[in-house]
């Protein structure tokens, strides 16, 4: 007897959670934030960068992989701050977000339109992807602890 996984029919792969890892990337007491292209989902939209966990990584190997990828830089896992699942019209997502240093290179952009290095005080002034709006309060909340814990 043949038997299927429960994720095979098509109303449970519609309920799959697709994890998101991102990264928040501090840089003198600035955080990264980048600025989806308009080729891309939610085009216009600012995140943090990353991309979605494959099967066969850990979400720390892929955000270091998104990371070169996007960004062409180097970067080192310091801290993670809550998750937040999201549902847009077509799915569903996990947004896991790390705190990271940067440690090499220099940003080269290969798919997003442009980045920017914020203070707390530009955090809300960005059209966010809606999923990362409990993130950014998050970040604004814990802002002087995390950039202190980045300077140790
Ligand atoms: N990387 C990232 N994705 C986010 C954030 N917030 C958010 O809603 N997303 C959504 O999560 C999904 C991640 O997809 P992605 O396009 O960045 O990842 P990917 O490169 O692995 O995907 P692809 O292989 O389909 O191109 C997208 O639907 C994106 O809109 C965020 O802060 N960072």
Sequence with gaps: MNSYSPYSF????????????CALIF???????TQRSQSM???GKWEFPGGKVEEEESPEECLKREIREELSI????FGKISPNEFSYPSKKIC???????WTGGEIYLTE?????WLEEKDLLSLDWAPADLPIVHELIEKWVKLVDSKER
Excluded at 10 to 21: E, Q, S
Excluded at 95 to 101: E, F, G, N, S, T
């Design 10 to 21: 098509p109303i449970f792969d519609a309920m799959k959670i697709i994890p998101v890892a």
């Design 27 to 33: 840089s003198d007491g600035k955080v990264l934030a």
């Design 41 to 43: 989902d939610l085009p």
């Design 74 to 77: 180097e970067i080192e896992l």
């Design 95 to 101: 947004l896991i977000p790390y705190l990271a240093h």
């Design 112 to 116: 997003h339109e442009q980045f920017l």
